[in-house]
């Protein structure tokens, strides 16, 4: 799978991106994908994932009711639309595909990664 993420940028805090994600390769339909991200001197966490059929989503807490994940099965694309950023959204967004049907929650369970994209919120 080749995932290839783009809408990243700079914002002021309070404003709002949507990130997508571009998927070829494998099957992407039958597969759950999920968006992480790694502020610099963290580790990599979660934020959102959804299920195969889009109908299933879970999200952080720190991002709950701020960002929504979604994705398009005809055009083989997932998005973010994060609403009410804050500075502490600030980090390189991946893109994160797995092979199983449900959704995951857990980092170490995404093996196809997208190269990221930058997200800066200042204040």
């Known amino acids: 799978v080749q995932l290839v993420e783009s809408g990243g940028g700079l914002v002021q805090a309070g404003g709002s991106l949507r990130l997508s994600c571009a998927a070829s390769?494998?099957?992407?339909?039958?597969?759950?994908m999920g968006w992480l991200r790694q502020a610099p001197g963290k580790e990599r966490e979660f934020v959102a994932t959804?299920?195969?059929?889009?109908?299933?989503?879970y999200s952080a807490d720190s991002v709950k009711g701020r960002f929504t994940i979604s994705r398009d099965n005809a055009k083989n694309t997932v998005y973010l639309e994060m609403n009410s950023l804050k500075p502490e959204d600030t980090a390189v967004y991946y893109c994160?595909?797995?092979?199983?049907?449900?959704?995951?929650?857990?980092?170490?369970?995404?093996?196809?990664w997208g190269q990221g994209t930058q997200v800066t919120v200042s204040s």
């Open positions: 959804v299920n195969w059929s889009g109908r299933s989503t």
């Open positions: 390769g494998r099957t992407f339909n039958n597969g759950a």
């Open positions: 994160a595909a797995r092979s199983y049907t449900t959704a995951s929650r857990t980092v170490e369970e995404y093996p196809y």
